[in-house]
């Protein structure tokens, strides 16, 4: 046995189908493509997007224009989310040096998915010292963290 008498498994090899080949084929005059419609046509017909003649979903949206509109385009694709925490609620929430993670935030009702990174704002004051864990701090948050004598730690997403 050599590489010359190597042949493919049986059934493993399909061929083609020759369309527009007569009747007798079973694929002559219209080659299994059946009679008008896009489907018939030369060119291009699944193209991404096509809704079948409906008005496609690009085309049925409003287009505004601009990076700084909710409902710009493009819809949502690269917006970032963030869930805000102020730091008057933490003072309300949590006890002075307490440790707030993550999880002692959810807990409390503060934070509600997992998925989305918390980033802790600068609105209000710290009575006493709190370890924040957080993903994103406001340059105010952390100034306002230190200075209570507390310490803001960056997590990781």
């Known amino acids: 046995m050599g590489l010359h008498s190597l042949s493919p498994a049986e059934g493993s090899r399909k061929s083609r189908k020759r369309v527009g080949r007569g009747h007798g084929s079973g694929h002559g005059k219209t080659s299994g493509r059946g009679h008008k419609g896009a489907g018939s046509r030369s060119g291009a017909k699944d193209r991404t997007g096509f ?27 690269f917006r970032t989310a963030t869930q805000a925490v ?18 002692a935030l959810q807990a409390k009702g503060l ?5 989305v990174p918390v980033k802790v704002l600068g609105r209000g004051e710290l009575q006493g010292p709190l370890t924040v864990h957080a ?19 960056v997590v990781e997403a």
């Open 135 to 153: 993903h994103r701090f406001s340059s105010s948050a952390r100034e306002a963290i230190e200075s209570a004598g507390g310490t803001a730690v």
């Open 111 to 115: 934070v509600r998915d997992n998925g």
């Open 51 to 77: 809704e079948g003649g409906q008005n496609p979903l690009q085309s049925r949206m409003r287009k505004l224009r601009g990076p700084n509109k909710k409902t710009s385009m493009p819809f949502e694709r």
């Open 86 to 103: 102020n730091l008057d609620t933490l003072a309300d929430r949590f006890e002075s040096g307490a440790d707030v993670t993550l999880e």
